[in-house]
């Protein structure tokens, strides 16, 4: 079915303004919240509501912070050093739950896709959930996680962008991710050969980081924090499609590496690929690249960029590329385009994209293919999708009819 829209790319934007403006719900906690997602001054308050004195706050708040970040403790019993009294009384108010894996998908290839139910609130008619993929590898495994339940951008090759944007996660629920694939992997700090399984985490699975900001700084921090979880920041990379207000903060306030979702090199096309660009165009959007904090060869930004044939892969965009990108420390993650149900897009052939490939290396910039990992089980780049939140065919016209009006 094609969109009888006189401009779909205007209309897709309006589409995404309408549905993060009406269809964003506001998180509802459960009755005992769990602690996962606190900072240490957060703990320290919980800890002072349930009557534990200011002097022995900084010393418990140490021991929490390695039970649940450091071995991963699942309840509060197994931490034998915090004492009994105390345990009883955080029992009775909190949990350290994680997100419910609700299925497991494990791929050819040995990627692993979990389906992850929300806790919340009893007045909440059905839990959302979201996506997590594990992609182990010879040097490394990498965790994808999730920001939002679904997404508000509608990229159009993007099978995650067919969902609706529900709500933003919490920090909570972005670690108690990352803590899930640790649970399923036996990956915490008794393991036995004492190597880590997850060594990398991408902020790419479901929504857009950078309109949760807030929840996504704190998460990182934790996820980051030496005395916990113990990631690097070099090891963590978060994608945005263009957010640029948040671009700068993310380097001043998070500081871990970026990765642009740019796709294409002219802004008529990318404000179809990437409705966002009718906000912030592509020179904007470079332009915070090039003033992003710490950016350096070491330090280089990534700029993603699927390859969708006779869309964007001609030698042409190739040089334009190349142009846009000069003075930025930039490697350029070439993406064989990911096939999901309904789409319009094919992936390139791959002799145009080795060819595009080595015009970009011969340019001096990296310019790797993205292998691509887990498609036969849709946990590949832009397949990630849950099925409670998806819409229907009629929910998309309807949305598109709404757009029109609005």
């Known amino acids: 079915m094609t969109d009888t829209l006189t401009d779909p790319a205007e209309a897709s934007t309006r589409g995404a303004a309408l549905v993060e403006k009406t269809a964003v719900e506001a998180y509802v906690p459960p009755a005992k919240p769990s602690l996962i997602g606190l900072s240490r001054a957060e703990l320290s308050e919980r800890l002072g509501s349930l009557g534990v004195a200011p002097a022995q706050r900084k010393m418990r708040v140490q021991q929490l912070w390695h039970w649940i970040y450091f071995r991963g403790a699942s309840s509060f019993d197994a931490m034998t050093s915090v004492s009994k009294d105390t345990r009883a009384k955080l029992a009775e108010h909190f949990t350290v ?70 709500r933003n996660l919490t920090a909570g629920e972005i670690v108690g991710q990352v803590m899930v694939a640790r649970d399923r992997l036996n990956d915490w700090a008794d393991r036995e050969n004492g190597t880590r399984l997850v060594t990398n985490v991408v902020m790419m699975g479901m929504g857009e980081p950078l309109y949760n900001f807030d929840a996504v700084r704190d998460a990182l921090l934790i996820v980051s924090d030496n005395e916990g979880i113990g990631i690097s920041r070099r090891r963590i990379t978060l994608s945005t499609s263009g957010v640029v207000p948040n671009i700068i903060r993310t ?42 904090p710490g950016a350096s060869n070491a330090r280089r930004i990534t700029f993603e960029y699927v390859m969708l044939k006779g869309v964007n892969d001609s030698l042409d965009d190739a040089k334009l590329l190349v142009k846009l990108l000069k003075g930025i420390p930039a490697k350029i993650n070439l993406i064989p385009f990911n096939p999901w149900p309904g789409t319009r897009y094919e992936c390139s052939d791959w002799d145009q994209i080795e060819k595009f490939s080595e015009y970009i290396f011969n340019a001096g910039y990296s310019s790797p293919v993205r292998t691509p990992r887990g498609r036969d089980i849709l946990a590949a780049c832009g397949q990630l999708k849950s099925e409670t939140e998806k819409l229907s065919a009629r929910e998309r016209q309807a949305l598109r009819a709404m757009a029109m009006t609005d």
């Not at 299925?103 to 806790?119: C, Y």
């Not at 380097?251 to 990765?259: C, D, K, N, P």
């Not at 090199?265 to 904007?284: G, M, S």
Request: proline share 5%; with cysteine.
């Open 97 to 166: 739950d994680r997100p419910e894996v609700v299925a497991e998908q494990i791929s050819n290839d040995g990627t692993r896709k979990w389906l992850l139910r929300l806790p919340s609130g009893d007045n909440v008619e059905k839990p959302h959930e979201v996506e997590c993929v594990y992609i182990p590898e010879t040097d490394r495994g990498t965790l994808c996680v999730s920001s939002q339940v679904g997404c508000t951008l509608n990229c159009t090759f993007c099978h995650t962008g067919t969902q609706r944007l529900v």
């Open 251 to 292: 380097g001043e306030e998070i500081g871990v590496m970026l990765a642009i979702s740019l796709h294409a090199v002219r802004d008529e096309l990318r404000n179809e690929l990437v409705p966002l660009n009718r906000k912030y165009p592509i020179a904007e959007l470079l332009q915070s690249c090039r003033d992003y």
